[in-house]
């Protein structure tokens, strides 16, 4: 299971997508329920993420978006700006109005047990193959190497790790007219 590959390897940083955020169980309709974790979740279970991960972990989620996570060892360091095990929101992000709610791009600072700084930045682009869908991955790659929403890049300190899921396949975009 994934929650023993985590007891096993113990990766210092991990990042998800689109994995599901408990605290959105209320906006699950009754008969979607069955079977799956809202069916009996309450405020005092642990999330999916920490279900997973355990209690060996920091976990934030991007800002606007509460399905796409980061998560540190504790034994690797601390993410700055967040001051429990959970915190909602906790990555720095900007939204692209054209290309969807919330920030698709995220950024952590962690501060490192041994007190040197890494920039973390989660990523998850935009899917589809439609001129649109690539034009809105070209603003999102933009945030990270060019402009974040903050008028730098998101990669602006000394160590980087930019880290999830691209959304894209050099070779599968040849395979269609743009």
Not at 134 to 162: K, Y
Request: with cysteine; proline share 3%.
């Amino acid at each position: 299971s994934l929650r023993e590959f985590f007891l096993i390897h113990s990766p210092d940083i991990v990042s998800f997508q689109e994995m599901f955020y408990s605290g959105d169980c209320d906006q699950i309709p009754e008969e979607a329920k069955a079977g799956f974790v809202c069916e009996d979740w309450a405020q005092d279970k642990p999330t999916v993420a920490r279900t997973v991960l355990g209690e060996d972990y920091q976990i934030v989620t991007h800002w606007g978006l509460n399905d796409k996570y980061l998560a540190v060892h504790k034994r690797f360091g601390r993410i700055v700006g967040c001051d429990s095990d959970f915190c909602l929101e906790g990555l720095e992000g900007y939204q692209i109005d054209e290309c969807s709610r919330g920030g698709r791009v995220g950024r952590g600072i962690i501060e490192r047990v041994n007190g040197e700084l890494l920039t973390v930045i989660t990523y998850h682009g935009t899917s589809g193959k439609l001129e649109d869908d690539i034009d809105c991955r070209v603003q999102q790659v933009e945030q990270i190497f060019v402009d974040f929403g903050d008028a730098s890049p998101a990669v602006n300190g000394t160590d980087h790790l930019i880290i999830g899921d691209f959304n894209t396949d050099p070779v599968w975009l040849r395979c269609f007219d743009r």
